[in-house]
């Protein structure tokens, strides 16, 4: 197995809880505001 597989298994590995959490959110109950410095 080379780096770069290991580094991407290993990735994946840990980020693969997260992105189930995040898969399964509905986001923010409110909207944010908008941002003046970025209108």
């Known amino acids: 197995m080379s780096v ?3 580094i991407e298994a290993d990735e994946r590995r840990r980020l693969a809880p997260g992105a189930a959490l ?5 986001g923010r ?3 944010e505001p908008e941002d003046d ?3």
Request: no cysteine; glycine share 8%; net charge positive.
């Open 4 to 6: 770069r597989a290991q």
């Open 22 to 26: 995040a898969a399964g959110s509905r």
């Open 29 to 31: 109950v409110r909207p």
């Open 37 to 39: 410095l970025r209108t």
